[in-house]
């Protein structure tokens, strides 16, 4: 089994930061993509980046500049530092993860989400 714990969430005002984390443990052999997803009260969940294990990371267009993901392999940790918050980035942020576990199966994986709330 494969678990992602994600953390740092919480209030902030317009314009300020926040750092999420996410942690993946047990039975894993390889991450391939961890990326950050993020749902708003009453919207679907959108993809907000991406994080490939080779690869170039991808962001929603809404928070390029702003956003940047990142990732600790020896840790299995992604994080996500938000910068210049908007209340229109308020939502629950789920982690997710692609994981090659000791089974030799493939699956992907979410986390419990974290709330982060922008507003002043």
């Known amino acids: 089994q494969v678990q992602l714990v994600e953390s740092g969430g919480g209030l902030v005002q317009p314009g300020g930061s926040l750092k999420l984390s996410c942690a993946a443990s047990g039975s894993i052999v390889s991450i391939n993509v961890m990326a950050w997803y993020r749902q708003a009260p009453g919207k679907q969940r959108e993809l907000v980046a991406t994080a490939p294990s080779g690869g170039s990371t991808v962001y929603a267009d809404s928070i390029k500049g702003r956003f940047t993901i990142s990732r600790d392999n020896a840790k299995n940790t992604v994080y996500l530092q938000m910068n210049s918050l908007k209340p229109e980035d308020t939502g629950v942020y789920y982690c997710?993860?692609?994981?090659?576990?000791?089974?030799?199966?493939?699956?992907?994986?979410w986390g419990q989400g974290t709330q982060v709330t922008v507003s002043s």
């Open positions: 997710h993860a692609f994981v090659l576990s000791d089974s030799g199966r493939l699956s992907n994986y």
